[in-house]
């Protein structure tokens, strides 16, 4: 496959699963103002998904849009990092999982941004707009939880104790990061992901938490179709109505 | 788990939201946060996700000073009679017109 539809893949499935899982939230947040902000950023990561994936379908030329790849690919087809598709957890699970996830992104959107290929650039700086918000707003919340009750503190620990091994494969970088960074279009993962692991450390320390002990065997695999089981049962939720009416039009 | 629980309600914040430069902020509602970063985040969410908002501003709704209704008829009485208090005679310079809100 074109490594191009490969990275676009990957940059709208990581939103598409993420943004899904945000939507769960909805009428269950632990308060009216934050179910809004979860629904928002929920929001903001489907439209940022639709953008990705419709420019896959658009440089793949099967005719595929952004629906028949959101609702008609199985898990194994689906290019997403493990972290996005684990459970929501309980409120400081979700965080944890959100801000790991959105200063990874944001590090990488930045430097799409300038991109030699117009239309990709132009979707990372909208994304990368959006996704300002969604830092400051995780980060605002982990370091409360973290340095707030000691029932807040221990549930924020335990969310990143069990995120951790799923870190290592948000920046890490194989054959189509590197075909797309000669052609000037990918990201410079390396570079990234030291900045990042300083942003994160700074921000564990703020909040007062235990940085976890890097693991041996990170959990990977999601860029080549590998994930948690927790992936199918997202997609059987997702995708049901698309896959019973296959033609609907609403 | 530890028996450590909220002790009540977050405290209550009034948002204002200024819908372009040189516009008064207004009053928009309210919500509940625990500080004033967080009513910001919750404001920004509640109350200007939809259309042009270039300004927020939230207070914390108990240091609002504010009348009571006992006050009313001696403290706010509007005076209908003293129509000499109301600058009612005058045409503004058009140059003026965005100082006053339009409705």
């Known amino acids: 496959m074109?490594?191009?539809v490969e990275y676009l893949l990957r940059l709208g499935d990581d939103r598409l699963v993420l943004g899904h899982r945000l939507s769960e939230w909805c009428g269950h947040a632990p308060i009216l103002e934050e179910d809004i902000a979860l629904s928002n950023i929920g929001l903001d990561l489907l439209g940022q998904a639709a953008g990705f994936l419709g420019l896959a379908g658009e440089v793949e030329g099967l005719g595929r849009d952004a629906d028949a790849l959101a609702f008609g690919r199985g898990a194994t087809e689906l290019r997403n990092v493990?972290?996005?598709?684990?459970?929501?957890?309980?409120?400081a699970h979700t965080i944890a999982r959100q801000v790991l996830f959105d200063t990874a992104s944001l590090a990488v959107l930045e430097q799409l941004a300038g991109a030699k290929h117009a239309k990709l650039a132009?979707?990372?700086?909208?994304?990368?707009?959006?996704?300002?918000?969604?830092?400051?707003?995780?980060?605002?919340?982990?370091?409360?939880?973290?340095?707030?009750?000691?029932?807040?503190?221990?549930?924020?620990?335990?969310?990143l104790d069990s995120l951790w091994i799923f870190t290592p494969?948000?920046?890490?970088?194989?054959?189509?990061?590197?075909?797309?960074?000669?052609?000037?279009?990918?990201?410079?993962?390396?570079?990234?992901?030291?900045?990042w692991r300083r942003e994160i450390s700074a921000l564990i320390e703020q909040a007062t938490l235990r940085q976890p002990e890097d693991p041996p065997y990170p959990a990977t695999g999601g860029r080549r179709g590998v994930h948690t089981e927790h992936l199918d049962h997202l997609l059987s939720n997702m995708q049901c109505v698309a896959r019973a009416h296959p033609e609907a039009r609403w | 788990m530890s028996a450590e629980q909220p002790d009540s309600q977050w405290?209550?914040?009034e948002v204002f939201v200024q819908e372009k430069t040189g516009d008064p902020h207004e009053h928009a509602g309210s919500l509940h946060a625990p500080d004033g970063e967080l009513a910001l985040q919750a404001a920004r969410d509640v109350y200007a996700r939809r259309g042009p908002v270039v300004s927020l501003w939230v207070v914390e709704s108990e240091h609002i000073v504010s009348t009571t209704p006992a006050d009313s008829p001696s403290f706010l009485e509007p005076g209908p009679e003293k129509i000499y208090r109301h600058p009612r005679?005058?045409?503004g310079p058009r140059s003026t017109k965005n100082t006053a809100r339009k409705k």
């Open chain 1, 169 to 195: 494969e948000l920046l890490e970088a194989d054959a189509v990061d590197a075909e797309l960074g000669r052609a000037g279009i990918g990201a410079d993962l390396a570079s990234v992901r030291a900045g």
């Open chain 1, 2 to 4: 074109n490594a191009l």
């Open chain 1, 82 to 91: 493990q972290l996005v598709e684990q459970p929501n957890g309980d409120f």
């Open chain 2, 11 to 13: 405290p209550l914040w």
């Open chain 1, 122 to 159: 132009e979707l990372a700086a909208h994304a990368a707009k959006e996704t300002r918000y969604h830092v400051r707003h995780g980060r605002d919340w982990f370091v409360r939880l973290g340095d707030g009750s000691a029932e807040s503190h221990t549930r924020t620990q335990r969310a």
């Open chain 2, 89 to 91: 005679f005058y045409t």
